[in-house]
Structure formats: structure tokens, C-alpha cells
């Protein structure tokens, strides 16, 4: 790729923030609250537009329902654009309430059934609301105990629930389907993993596609296959954006293993889905539980943008001609040349051009937007765990 198409690339990358980065959380041990914490989703929004202020690259927020509930969203959606940014991705959230201790669409109860898929068709009002595209469904739902419900028939009225979802969903508008091994399921989970996202996607049709939660997998899991397997397949939907190191750690993408960020990023390049066009969404979903938010989401895209330019910056010829040749070390060192990059430089320069200041993170503080938030918001909401 020529240097100009490496700097068009990256100034024309796109990064979705959440809202719920902005919220207090915690773990299930504590949530810990921080000044200047947003109040309302209008103010989440008005964090999120600080962001991309700076990056200059993340001009579009993920709401989640009911966490940012507003009476108007299509007044909601004005404030954004107000604010230089617009609405997203719309979460649907039926892992909240008490009546879903046993699942949401897969409960044995019918009435129960019927309720989470309420909310289900809720979220696409909203999106009609919002003008927002996607449809993100994560599940909670799965069982503890061995024997507890029978796994065929929790499918079965997965698919129920997914195929109704799906018969709602406007022409442009799309459900992704979010995966993820374990947790609040100890034994048994009903989306566990890709395969099965995948096949409930591939029966749905085309408007259903796969979401890589790069969290939500075991130990060892070589994610970058997956982002190769299902762009392939044009069944790669979105990206849920954040590091792990032991479990569902919501922490800052890109912190635990650059590497594997950057490999991620290598397949998204060579299948040429890095365009915003493409029809792959990639979206942060974190939590901040110790650091600042604003800065760390921030610091969240530049590693987004970090990966990004080293993937840009693999020749592809090179590689190609080693991997033909079957010349085991000289492909991977094709590879590692671009991740030994310090690509820093250019991104500051990319900034430049796009009239921003080079460095973000100071850029930020110097602003001075913390300490009037932390002085004029009093009493920040939850980011919605524990609430
Ligand atoms: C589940 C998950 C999913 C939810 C979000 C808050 O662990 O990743 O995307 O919507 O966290
Ligand atoms: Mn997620
Ligand atoms: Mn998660």
C-alpha cells in the first residue's frame, strides 16, 4: 500500500465509542465512582463527543436500553449531532431483571418469552427513532447445573425469538449476534461461541451477522481465525473492542496484547474491511473501572489506531511471495516488521492533517473539560452493573 493510501485508510477509519464507558462501574466486588461522572444519556453523548474531539476518529455512540432510556430518542439524536457525533449501535439488555433468572428467550416460561422479545422489537422502535442500523443482541442466558433445561429446546426458542427479531428489522437495518463462553452461565451457555452465532445467523439471513466480542473467549483462543473464517463468509458483523486477561476484564483494547490486536487488524486489512463501507463495525465495549474514562477511551482508540497503521503497513506483496515460496521465516518476518513499527509519528502526523492536535491525550487534558464535568455534575450515574 503507498503511504497516501496508508494515511487516507487512516483518516478514514471509523470507531464506535459506548455509552456505558463514561458511567461509574466496578466488579461485582465494588463499583467505585469517579468525579464529574455523566447524569443523564445526554451527557454520556456529550462525553463521547470529547473523544472524538480529539481522535477526530469516533464520531458515532452505541447506546444501551434501558440504560439510556429517553422519552424522545429521535430528539436524542438531534442533541448528538449537536454535539458533532451520532447514534449508533442500539444494545438490547435482557440480562437485568429478575425475571430472567432462568434465561430471557430461552426461559422456559412462555411469558417470560414474550417479554424479552418485547424488549427486543422496543430496541428496533428505537432504531427507527434513531436512524441507527444495527441491532447488537448479547444473551445472558444459559444454565448452571447439568439436567437443569434441556439445551435442544433452549435453541429451539432462541431461534423462536431471533427469527421474530429479525422479521421487524427494517431493509437497512441489521441484528448482530454476540457471543460469549461463560459468565453469568457457569455450566451451559445458549450462545457460546461463533459456530453457534453462526449458524443462527446463517439461517436468519442476510441482515444477521456475528459480533467478536475480542473478550469474550477462552484462554489461548486464535481470534484472528475467526475474524478470517467469518468475513469469508461475509457473516463478520461488528467488533466489541477490549482486552482481557483472565476472564470478561472489559479492559482498555489493545492493553493486554497489542499483538493480538494487531493480528486481528492484519485479517481486517487483507479482506479489505477497514472501509467504513465495508459493513464491519468496530465498536469499543469497556469499562473503566479505576482510570479516568474520557482519557482512557481515548487512549482505546489510538491503540485501535496503533494496530490499524501497522496492518496498513504489511507489504502484502512481500508476504504473499513468502508464504509461496513457503518461506516460513521470512513471511513472519514480513509480519513483524510492520508490528516493530513505531507507526507513532504517522498517526501524529494523520491528526495533523485532519487539523487536530497531534496528541490527544494531552490535547485533553490541557482542555480542561474534566475539571469543569467533575465541578459541575454531581451525582454520576451507574454505568449499569449493579444498578
Ligand atoms: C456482555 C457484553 C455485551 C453487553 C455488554 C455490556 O459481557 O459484552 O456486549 O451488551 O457486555
Ligand atoms: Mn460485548
Ligand atoms: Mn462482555
Known sequence: MTEIAVRDALRAQRIEVPSWAYG????RFKVFS???VPRTPQEKIADAAQVHAFTGVAPIVSLHIPWDRVDDFAKLGSYAAEQGVRIGTINANVF???????????????RIRRKALGHLLECVD????TGSADLKLWFSDGTNYPGQDDIRARQDRLAEALSATYDRLGDDQRMLLEY???EPAFYMTDVPDWGTAYAHCVRLGEKAQVVIDTGHHAPGTNIEF???FLLREGKLGAFDFNSRFYADDDLMVGAADPFQLFRIMHEIVRAGALRPDSGVNFMLDQCHNIEPKIPA??????????????ALLVDAEALAAAQAAGDVLGANGVLMDAYDTDVRPLLREVRADLGLDPEPMAAYARSGYAQRIAAERVGGQQAGWGA
Not at 437485568?96 to 412462555?110: E, I
Open 24 to 27: 461509574n462501574s466496578g466488579t
Open 34 to 36: 469517579q468525579p464529574g
Open 126 to 129: 428505537i432504531m427507527d427513532a
Open 297 to 310: 477511551q481515548i487512549r482505546s482508540v489510538m491503540n485501535v489506531q496503533e494496530a490499524t497503521a501497522k
Open 180 to 182: 460469549k463462553f461463560f
Open 96 to 110: 437485568q431483571d429478575d425475571d430472567y433468572r432462568l434465561g430471557s428467550v430461552t426461559n422456559p416460561d412462555p
Open 226 to 228: 475467526i475474524v478470517a
